[in-house]
């Protein structure tokens, strides 16, 4: 991590506490719900800036940050956009647009790397999951609106954006140049694995993925399929709300998710037994970027106790979002309600949480100075460590406490039993 990185953060960090020492001053702490109060502090603190920083702050861009601070501190996927900023987000909600292949978020204020679609320009480039955006077409992400940073990475095809990444491997920033192209979406894949094992990849939850999905899973069991892995590692695009109709492929009842929000009522969205489609064995795997609609149908199959979930902590993201329009022409993009498992947690705070709990293969190649990988210094196994635990639970080759180590005290706190249904003749 270079070091504006980490006096930014440093930073960050000083002004929350001197928030919290000034609103507790004098032994008087500001209540929690005491909204005129902590405005009170706000506004004390930004006279204490003005009237006392090293140098005279440009005071609207101290005030922006505040605005894009608050909004990062409740939802990492909120924007606040200028009117300038909002008209021309308006203008650029063309689907002919070109990207790069991320799908981001924020963290320490900076956009972060949530997802990278498989064999786009950002892929090939080797960003992944964690990474963060510095600066693009060199402007600075730090405190820059998430949708206004989603607008500048796209634009007409084959013209080029230049990001600056803060890699997790890589302590130094680095500059890259992309091209943008029409990125498609993952394509659902299945086949059929030794020992009756029906192997099924949902990369993407857009369009009519659903739909091919199931489609897939008829013709494993059409193949005699007798187990099934659902694969949903890297599954973080398309409509939220088809996580409902994925994990009713294999649920014929019981709660899927619900919806609510502040001021939108409780919305319930409950497994049809028409739409089941298989009710053998069965393991889900997902990892660090499992978001969005791929999280609600993986929550509800280990919540409703259908399946156990293998791999990593999933990434949180989802959320029904609203743009709302300001006073001064900009507009606020905030989640408005929240999507939650049948266990009651909002996924978008916790994530899954896989009952065993796995890290992922590192199969990335060591990378030089600049950030470039280095030939012939990626790992040269190919095994799936997550494919291979996976099928060993789901046909019982291997236990929940044989691979949490529960012999030497439990790893996790979910240990649902997978349930052991015969499949179902074909519909």
Not at 270 to 289: E, F, M, N, Q, Y
């Amino acid at each position: 991590m270079n070091n504006r990185f980490k006096w930014t953060i440093v930073g960050s960090s000083t002004l929350v506490v001197v928030l919290l020492l000034l609103g507790a001053k004098n032994g008087r702490a500001v209540a929690s719900d005491d909204v005129y109060g902590h405005l009170k502090v706000y506004t004390e603190v930004l006279e204490r800036i003005k009237l006392e920083y090293v140098e005279e702050p440009d005071m609207k861009s101290v005030t922006l940050g505040a605005i894009n601070g608050l909004l990062e501190s409740v939802d990492p996927f909120a924007s606040y956009m200028n009117a300038d900023q909002y008209r021309q987000y308006e203008k650029s909600e063309d689907t002919s647009q070109a990207g790069v292949g991320l799908v981001v978020a924020k963290r320490y204020g900076y956009v972060a790397v949530v997802d990278v679609i498989p064999g786009s320009p950002a892929d090939k480039a080797n960003i992944v999951t964690g990474d963060l955006i510095e600066s693009i077409n060199n402007v600075a992400t730090r405190d820059m609106p998430l949708a206004y940073a989603d607008q500048l990475l796209r634009g007409d095809p084959n013209s080029n954006v230049e990001i600056t990444v803060l890699r997790l491997r890589n302590p130094d920033p680095q500059k890259l140049t992309l091209s943008r192209v029409k990125v498609p979406y993952p394509a659902v894949t299945a086949k059929t694995l030794p020992n009756g094992v029906g192997y099924l990849h949902v990369g993407s939850l857009a369009g009519s993925r659903v739909e091919e999905a199931k489609a897939k899973l008829q013709d494993l069991k059409k193949q005699g399929a007798k187990y099934v892995v659902l694969d949903l590692r890297h599954c973080s695009t398309g409509e939220q709300e088809k996580g409902v109709p994925l994990a009713n492929l294999f649920l014929d009842n019981g709660e899927i998710t619900y919806l609510q929000g502040q001021k939108t009522e409780r919305k319930e969205f409950d497994a049809k037994a028409s739409d089941d489609v298989w009710k053998g064995p069965l393991v889900v795997i997902t990892d660090r970027a499992t978001a969005g609609g791929a999280e609600i149908a993986a929550a509800a199959l280990l919540d409703d106790k259908r399946a156990q979930v293998v791999g990593e902590r999933s990434y949180g993201d989802a959320s029904l979002r609203k743009t709302i329009q300001m006073d001064d022409g900009g507009a606020v993009i905030l989640s408005v309600a929240k999507y939650y498992s049948p266990a009651g947690k909002a996924i978008q705070d916790t994530g899954v949480v896989p009952s065993v709990q796995l890290a992922e293969n590192d199969n990335s190649p060591d990378y030089d100075q600049d950030g470039n990988p280095i030939p012939g210094t990626a790992p040269k196994t190919t095994d799936d460590n997550l494919l291979k635990q996976s099928i060993d639970l789901v046909t019982g080759k291997t236990t929940i406490a044989q691979l949490t180590g529960e012999a030497n005290g439990p790893v996790v706190a979910a240990q649902h039993p997978i349930e052991q249904k015969s499949p179902e003749p074909e519909r």
